[in-house]
């Protein structure tokens, strides 16, 4: 077994050197951490130098330092944001107390979930990225791809800290589960259904991290409002990393649109048939990738009713995002909120109790977040002097959680038959084909400043480096 300097090994502001527990915990847990990065870590990369962000501090000069690393040996930390000694639960049932420092033992069960089902999201997304670094579109995009990885890795060392400190031998177990579950596995998945897809390109990817990194972020920030102060402070640590991610997904989607753009442009055609003969991806298909990755991530927010969303929310466990800028009691008792139901072949609303609803809230509130930088990459088009426009589906579009489960709709919220589905399909989700041809774009474009036909260079470099700085040396 490995003996590690905590203070120097892996960074951190919770006083790991002098919890001797908790080191002997986690120095159990850190080879395996290591075996699993090397098994289903990023594929191939153990012997490259990539230009990484590592957090040593949560100030802003500490928390993003750029160098050159072996991924293996980046410098997990474990970081809480700065704690407030007087901070006071601010909704629940226990509204206006103090907030927990520690466990309390009626909610031991509940919090467990959620660190774990957190937790497990981490290590996932690893897993289904693990070949994107063969087909990077360029030497930026794969360290991106990297910088991604290793964070999602990091968060994997904030939940893991919390089980172990907090937890005691079920944190244990579950904090070694957390490295057995693996991303697609039949016997063994992972918890949430988006986290057991493939990723299987680079549009995929920049999907994802638009997307379902959101879905992170919605997570975090309600998890940053718990009474549990440990995970509050964690989560919000965890979201500064966040921003970055839904950048890679949002400026990689802007950088396909805008090279897409470019070749319409230059053929002076909307022929999808003609833009992909000209090495472009064409809009019906990022159209459709969009339609896939948006409906699989709004079903991680859950059940739209859901009594343990409730529970959570009432005791204290996990709030709304931005509870603090909400105006309401706080409480909700008695308040009702919009759910959709289909009856009889008809969408419509109902009421029910908010409570029970606050998956919906969250997933509304993710929804209002997405279509704000959809709207970003019309804008791409529009300047482009392209008609079309992108479109988040209907929220009851291609669900397989909650009362929409099942049922078949069009991406604008019609009702459609089996047979319509069955015919329609292929124009609303990507196909194949369309797998098949993105996979055909995918080579490995690696030189420096050089970018793959189908995206275009980003409009600047990493911790303000130039475009064609040497991101990764291949060892
Ligand atoms: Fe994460
Ligand atoms: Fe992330």
């Known amino acids: 077994m490995s003996t590690i300097n905590y203070s120097e090994k892996i960074p951190n502001n919770v006083n790991l050197g002098e919890d001797r527990t908790l080191q002997r915990a986690l120095e159990g847990w850190q080879p395996n951490f290591i075996n699993w990065w090397d098994d289903v870590g990023p594929d191939g990369s153990t012997n490259y130098d990539v230009y990484l962000r590592t957090a040593v501090s949560v100030d802003p000069q500490g928390w993003a330092q750029f160098g050159h690393v072996k991924m293996r040996d980046y410098r997990w930390g474990i970081f809480l944001n700065p704690g407030d000694a007087n901070r006071e639960i601010h909704f629940g049932d226990h509204k206006g107390e103090k907030a927990w420092q520690d466990v309390p033992g009626e909610h031991r069960a509940n919090l467990r979930r ?94 994802f991290t638009y997307f379902t990194d959101r879905d992170g972020k919605f997570q975090l ?9 440990p995970l509050a402070r964690t989560t919000k640590f965890m979201l500064t990393e966040e921003a970055h991610h839904m950048f890679v997904g949002e400026s990689g989607v802007s950088r396909v649109l805008s090279r897409t753009a470019a070749v319409m442009n230059e053929l002076k055609t909307d022929d999808p048939q003609k833009v992909r003969a000209a090495g472009a991806i064409d809009l019906g298909t990022i159209q459709r990738y969009l339609n896939f990755h948006y409906s699989v991530t709004i079903d991680l927010f859950g059940a739209d009713q859901s009594s343990n969303a409730a529970t959570f929310y009432s005791s204290g ?21 919009k759910v959709l139901e289909v009856k009889d072949g008809q969408l419509l609303e109902k009421e029910v109790p908010m409570l029970n609803a606050l998956n919906e809230v969250l997933r509304d509130d993710f929804i209002k977040d997405s279509v704000a930088g959809v709207g970003r990459w019309n804008k791409v088009l529009e300047k482009a002097g392209i008609p079309t426009r992108l479109t988040v589906p209907h929220k009851a579009f291609n669900r397989q959680i909650g009362a929409l489960a099942g049922i078949k709709m ?66």
Do not use: C
């Open 410 to 475: 069009s991406p604008e919220g019609r009702v459609v038959n089996e047979q319509e589905w069955a015919a329609k399909k292929s124009e609303w989700l990507p196909t194949s084909d369309d797998f098949a041809f993105v996979a055909s774009l995918m080579g490995r474009v690696i030189e420096p400043g050089k970018f793959a036909g189908w995206i275009a260079p980003p409009v600047m470099g990493i911790n303000r480096q130039p475009v064609d700085f040497e991101y990764v040396r291949f060892g």
């Open 317 to 337: 466990l996990k709030g709304r995002y931005e509870e603090g800028k909400r105006t309401d009691d706080h409480i909700l008792k008695g308040q009702t909120y």
């Open 114 to 207: 959620i660190i774990v089902t957190q937790g497990d999201t981490e290590p996932a997304s690893v897993e289904q990225q693990r070949h994107l670094g063969l087909t990077a579109p360029s030497m930026y995009d794969m360290r991106n791809l990297f910088q991604i990885n290793v964070e999602e890795g990091r968060h994997l060392w904030a939940m893991v800290y919390l089980l172990h400190k907090h937890f005691g031998r079920d944190g244990r177990e579950e904090a070694e589960a957390l490295l057995h579950r693996q991303s697609g596995d039949v016997d063994n998945p992972r918890i949430l259904g988006a986290f057991n897809e493939k990723t299987p390109d680079w549009l995929a990817f920049f999907m």
């Open 221 to 229: 920030s309600a998890l940053a409002e718990s009474a549990f102060d």
